[in-house]
C-alpha cells in the first residue's frame, strides 16, 4: 500500500504563471539559491504590495510535486534578513578585516573594477585574474561564461576545494569511461513521474557515499528515493554511518571511510567469480571486460573484509543482491570524490553498473544530458570566448592531463593555490601571479577549503578581491575590497536545466539594490568584452543559450509561462543511435563501448583498470601517527537543516541545529569519559576545532563523523565570525590527493577527541590564526 | 452523507511513520504558517532509535506528534487547501481526512498512527 499523501485542489494550484487569489498575486516559478541547495524545486510565491509574504511547494511541479524542505518553508527569513547585503560597497585595502565599508554605486563599483582589470591584464595578463565559484550554486553557468568571455581568463575553479573533490572526479572518469553522465532512475525523466507506464521500480537501489534524502546533490532531489521504496526498492547502503537510510537498508555496509574502492572491488570480483553478470550486455556494450575479471581477482571478500572493517559475509550478500536484483539503480555521491582515491573508486564503481548491465534501463542508471542538451553544465561551450594560447595557461592542465579530456573547463584548485603561495614560481606552465580573485557565492574559509587557515592566508595575498554574496561572510570581511549585493532566486531571471526537465527562473521582487548574478556577469562583460555580449539584459542572454546553445525550439517568454518543460525522453539511447556523434549504436568513447578498461589513462600514466589504495593518513599507513589520533575522521555529514555554510543566520533554522555536532559511538564516549552534548576538542597533528558530541551508536567504535561549514553569523564581524573555531577543516589539508589530480581526504583523516576546558580552551582556534600567526607544521606540496 | 451527517464529522491525520525520514518540514510548514514562536509547535517530531532490537536489526523511526495547537489548518481547509503539513511533506505520510475514511486506511497500512487532534473536540 503506498500512501500518496492527499491530492491537491488543482482549482486552487493552477497550471499558469501567475494567478490572484484573495489579496494576494500568486507566481509560479523555480527556487535555486541563493538561498537552497543543489536542487530547484517547483514553488509559488504568495505576493502582496511587491513584497513576497509566503511561499508554498508548487503541486504541478512534477520535480518536487508540491513538497518542501525546512530550507524554503523558511524563505522569507533568508530574503528579509536584516543583514543582507543591500548595495555595493568598497574597502580600502589597509582596512582588510576591518568592518569599515563604503557604500557606493553599481557604476562606481564596475568604474574600479574595470580600471584594475584593465591594469591586470595590460601588466601581468589576463590569466592573472581568478574566478571562483561554489558548489551547486545558481552561479555555475554563469560564472566560466563571465571569466571567458568577460575576464578572458582560462582561470574559473571552484574555490579551494582541494582534488576538486565534489562531483568533478566522478563526472571525469564518466566521461572517460562511458562517454556520459549517469543518475539514478527514480522517474525523474517523465513527466507523469511515478504512474508513468515506462518506468520500472528498482528492486535495488545502491547508495554509495551520500545521504540523499539530506544532501539532494547534483540536481537530484533525495526524497524520490523514498518514493521508490514505498513501491518496493530495497537499499544496498555504502555508509560509515547509520542513519534513516542506513538503518531502513536490506544490507548496509559500514565501511571504513576512504576504502570503497576496495569494497567496490570486492564486490565485484564476488558476482565475476559467481558468474552472476549480464554476459550479454557485457559482451555487446563494453570493453575490457577481461581485464576488469584479472584486476579485482585479488580483492577477495576476505581481504575487503580486513581493509573495510565489513563482515566478509555482508560484502558476499549485497553483491549477490546488486547482481540480482533487477532492475538496480546506483546512486553515489560526494563521499567517493572526497578521498584520494576517487578515480579508482569511480572506476570500480562504473564497473558495477555495467557489468551487471543496468545502464540507460527504466529504474537503473540513465545515461544523462541537460534537457534539450542546453549546454550550461559542461562548461567547455563557453570556451570559444577565450584564445587557445590563453587556455594553454589554465592552471593545473599540464600537471594533471585527466583535465584536458574536455571534460572540465576548470583550473586545478590545489594548483592555484600553489601558484598564490609562490607568485607563480610553482604554475605547471607559464609563470604569471593571481593579481585578482573574482569570487561569486563561493565562502572558502567557512566551508570547502581544505587547510582553511592556509587557505585564508592565500586569500589575502591576493591584491584585489571581488566578492559577491548575499549576507557578509568570514571570506568577505576577511579579504574583500569591494563587496557586491547578489539577489535572490525569486529577484532574477534565470534558467535551469540540471538535469531534466528545463524549468524558468523568474523576477518577482527585489530587494533595495541586490543584482541576479547572471545581470553582474552580463554587465561585467558588457564593461569588459562588449563583442562578447548577448546583450544587455539577462532575457537576451538566456534567450541566446536557448537559439545558439541548446535544442530548444522556443524562448524564455514561453519557458516563463510554462514554468517547466520535459522534452521527449528515451530510455536505451545507446541502442538507438542516439548517443554518439555518428548517429551509430554505442557509447561516446573510442570504442564505442562502455570502457571497463581505459586504454587512454595507461596512455597517461594511470592505471587503465580500478585498484586500491590505502588512504594517506590512516591506521595502516601511518601507524606511528594513529598511536597518537586513533580515531578515523570523517567529515562533511549533511543535515535537513544547513546547505553547506548556508542558513546559520536564520534563527527558525538554527534553533533546530544550534551547535556543530560530531558524531561519535556511545561506547567510545564512555571509555574517554565524555558524554552527550559535551563540547570536545578534535585535533590531529594540523590543528584543532570545537565541536559537541552527538551520539551514534551505529557508528564503528573507531570512526567519528565531524560537521563541516560552521561559523557564527552572530559574533564578531571583525573576528572573522569565528570561523575557525569549528571549522573541520582546520584538520584536513591541500595539496595531497590523487594521482589523477582528483580526490583529496575529507572523509578520511586521524584525529583525537578530548574534553574542552577552561584551561585547553584559552587560545582559540580563530585567535591562533588571527592574532598568533596560525598554527605550526608542515604543509603538505602537490608532488 | 447530508450536510448534518457531514458537519457532525471528526477529522483527523493519518501518519504512515514506517516511512518518515524526520526531515520537519511539517515542524517549519506549521510554524511560519501560524507564526510560531521558536519553541512552539503544532506538531513535534519525536525519534525512536537508532538502536538494535534483540533480533540485531536497527531500528530508526520518526513520529510526528500533533499538540494542542494544532487547529487541523481549519483556515486553509476552508478555503480547499490541505494542511500544510500534509501539503509540504516531503515524505508525503501524512493524510487528512475523516476519522472514518483514515480508520479504514489505517487498518491496511502497517506502521501507521491515526491522530485526532484536541480541536476535534
Ligand atoms: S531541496 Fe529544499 S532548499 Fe533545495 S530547492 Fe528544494 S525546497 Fe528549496
Ligand atoms: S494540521 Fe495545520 S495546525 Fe495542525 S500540525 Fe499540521 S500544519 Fe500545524
Ligand atoms: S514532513 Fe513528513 S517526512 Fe518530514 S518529518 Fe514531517 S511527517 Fe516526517
Keep these: 500500500m503506498v500512501v500518496k499523501g492527499n491530492t491537491y485542489n488543482l482549482e486552487l494550484y493552477k497550471d499558469m504563471y501567475t494567478w490572484q487569489e484573495g489579496d494576494y498575486q500568486v507566481f509560479r516559478t523555480t527556487q535555486w539559491s541563493a538561498p537552497g541547495c543543489h536542487n530547484g524545486c517547483g514553488v509559488l510565491f504568495y505576493v502582496k504590495d511587491g513584497k513576497v509574504e509566503k511561499i508554498e511547494g508548487d503541486p504541478q511541479n512534477g520535480w518536487n510535486c508540491g513538497t518542501l524542505c525546512m530550507r524554503c518553508l523558511d524563505i522569507l527569513e533568508s530574503m528579509y534578513d536584516e543583514n543582507r547585503l543591500k548595495y555595493p560597497m568598497k574597502r580600502a585595502y589597509e582596512d582588510r578585516g576591518k568592518n569599515k565599508w563604503e557604500r557606493i554605486t553599481w557604476d562606481e563599483a564596475y568604474d574600479i573594477i574595470e580600471e584594475k582589470v584593465r591594469y591586470i591584464q595590460k601588466n601581468y595578463g589576463h590569466e592573472s585574474i581568478i574566478a571562483e565559484i561554489g558548489t551547486g550554486r545558481n552561479v555555475w553557468w554563469q560564472v566560466p561564461w563571465g571569466c571567458f568571455a568577460g575576464l578572458q581568463s582560462p582561470n574559473q575553479t571552484g574555490a579551494f576545494l582541494s582534488g576538486d573533490s565534489c562531483y568533478s572526479p566522478r563526472s571525469s572518469i564518466l566521461a572517460l569511461m562511458s562517454g556520459e553522465y549517469l543518475t539514478s532512475d527514480m522517474s525523474q525523466m517523465l513527466p507523469d513521474r511515478y504512474e508513468s507506464k515506462e518506468w520500472v521500480v528498482p528492486e535495488c537501489i545502491t547508495i554509495w557515499g551520500c545521504n540523499p534524502i539530506m544532501s539532494n546533490g547534483d540536481g537530484y532531489l533525495g ?5 521508490a521504496m514505498k513501491r518496493g526498492s530495497e537499499l544496498v547502503m555504502v555508509d560509515p554511518r547509520i542513519n534513516w537510510l542506513s538503518a531502513k537498508a536490506k544490507h548496509w555496509l559500514r565501511l571504513r571511510p576512504g576504502t570503497d574502492a576496495a569494497l567496490a572491488m570486492a564486490i565485484l570480483n564476488v558476482m565475476i567469480k559467481e558468474k552472476l553478470c549480464d554476459y550479454d ?19 577477495t571478500p576476505a581481504r575487503a573484509s580486513e581493509i573495510c572493517w565489513i563482515p566478509e559475509q555482508d560484502i558476499i550478500d549485497a553483491a549477490r543482491f546488486m547482481a540480482t536484483a533487477k532492475p538496480m539503480a546506483m546512486h ?10 576517487a578515480t579508482p573508486t569511480g572506476q570500480a564503481l562504473i564497473c558495477i553498473a555495467a557489468v551487471t548491465g543496468q545502464i540507460d534501463n527504466p529504474g537503473g542508471s540513465l545515461v544523462t544530458r541537460s534537457a534539450y542538451n542546453i549546454s550550461l553544465f559542461s562548461q567547455e561551450g563557453f570556451e570559444d570566448n577565450i584564445t587557445e594560447e590563453q587556455k594553454e595557461k589554465r592552471l593545473g592542465m599540464h600537471k594533471y592531463p585527466m583535465r584536458g579530456t574536455g571534460i572540465s573547463a576548470m583550473a586545478h584548485t590545489d594548483v592555484v593555490l600553489e601558484s598564490i603561495e609562490t607568485d607563480g614560481a610553482s604554475n605547471d606552465c607559464e609563470q604569471y601571479p593571481i593579481m585578482m580573485q573574482w569570487m561569486q557565492g563561493c565562502n572558502p574559509i567557512a566551508n570547502m577549503a581544505a587547510e582553511a587557515p592556509r587557505v585564508y592566508e592565500a586569500i589575502c595575498k591576493v591584491p584585489f578581491n571581488v566578492v559577491v554574496d548575499v549576507v557578509m561572510t568570514p571570506t568577505a570581511m576577511a579579504c574583500a575590497d569591494l563587496l557586491l549585493p547578489a539577489a535572490m532566486g525569486s529577484e532574477r531571471d534565470s534558467i535551469r536545466a540540471w538535469w531534466w526537465p528545463l524549468r524558468a527562473i523568474t523576477k518577482i521582487t527585489d530587494y533595495y539594490e541586490a543584482h541576479g548574478d547572471e545581470q553582474i556577469l552580463l554587465d561585467l562583460v558588457n564593461r569588459l568584452n562588449p563583442s562578447a555580449a548577448p546583450g544587455e539584459e539577462v532575457k537576451d542572454w538566456v534567450n541566446d543559450l536557448l537559439a545558439n546553445h541548446s535544442e530548444a525550439d522556443f524562448d524564455f517568454d514561453y519557458l516563463k509561462e510554462k514554468v517547466i518543460v520535459w522534452p521527449e525522453w528515451h530510455y536505451y539511447k545507446h541502442e538507438k543511435g542516439l548517443l554518439r556523434w555518428d548517429g551509430e549504436p554505442g557509447f561516446n568513447t573510442p570504442t564505442g563501448k562502455i570502457e571497463l578498461r581505459v586504454d587512454w589513462l595507461e596512455a597517461n600514466g594511470l592505471s587503465p583498470v580500478p585498484f586500491y589504495e590505502e588512504p594517506h593518513e590512516s591506521p595502516y599507513s601511518t601507524p606511528e601517527l594513529y598511536k597518537e589520533y586513533p580515531l578515523v575522521l570523517t567529515t562533511g555529514a549533511r543535515s535537513y537543516e544547513y546547505f553547506h555554510s548556508e542558513h546559520r543566520n536564520l534563527p527558525s533554522i538554527r534553533a533546530f541545529h544550534p551547535d556543530p555536532l560530531v558524531e561519535v559511538n556511545p561506547e567510545t564516549c564512555k571509555e574517554l569519559g565524555l558524554e552527550e552534548g559535551d563540547w570536545v576538542w578534535i585535533e590531529n597533528q594540523r590543528s584543532r576545532c570545537r565541536q559537541r558530541i552527538k551520539f551514534n551508536p551505529g557508528l564503528d567504535k573507531r570512526v567519528v563523523a565531524a560537521e563541516h561549514g560552521w561559523w557564527f553569523p552572530e559574533s564578531d564581524p571583525e573576528r572573522l565570525f569565528n570561523v575557525f573555531d569549528s571549522n573541520i577543516n582546520n584538520l584536513t589539508t591541500q595539496c595531497d590527493i590523487g594521482k589523477s589530480g582528483y580526490g583529496a ?3 578520511c583523516l586521524l584525529c583525537k577527541i578530548y574534553k574542552c576546558t577552561e584551561e585547553n580552551s584559552v587560545i582559540t582556534p580563530t585567535a591562533q590564526v588571527l592574532d598568533k600567526g596560525g598554527f605550526k607544521y608542515e604543509r603538505k606540496r602537490l608532488s | 452523507m447530508s450536510a448534518n451527517a457531514l458537519a457532525n464529522q471528526k477529522y483527523g491525520l493519518l501518519i504512515h511513520y514506517d516511512f518518515c525520514t524526520g526531515c520537519h518540514s511539517c515542524e517549519m510548514a506549521c510554524k511560519k504558517e501560524y507564526g510560531l514562536e521558536q519553541d512552539q509547535f503544532g506538531i513535534k517530531v519525536a525519534q525512536y532509535g537508532p ?68 480541536c476535534n473536540a
Design chain 1, 281 to 299: 550486455f557485457i559482451e555487446k556494450w563494453t570493453y575490457g571486460f577481461d581485464d576488469i575479471a584479472k584486476a579485482v581477482e585479488d580483492m
Design chain 1, 745 to 747: 581526504a575529507y572523509k
Design chain 1, 223 to 227: 526524497h524520490w528515493i523514498v518514493e
Design chain 2, 51 to 118: 538502536v538494535q532490537n534483540s533480533e540485531k536489526k536497527w531500528e530508526f523511526f520518526y513520529m510526528p506528534m500533533l499538540t494542542d495547537l494544532c487547529t487541523l489548518c481549519a483556515p486553509r481547509v476552508a478555503e480547499g487547501k490541505l494542511p500544510t503539513c500534509v501539503h509540504h511533506c516531503q515524505a508525503k505520510v501524512m493524510q487528512y481526512g475523516t476519522i472514518d475514511e483514515l480508520a479504514e486506511q489505517l487498518k491496511l497500512t502497517p506502521k501507521s498512527a491515526l491522530f485526532a487532534p484536541k
Design chain 1, 332 to 341: 553515489w555521491g560526494v563521499a567517493i570524490d572526497q578521498q584520494p582515491s
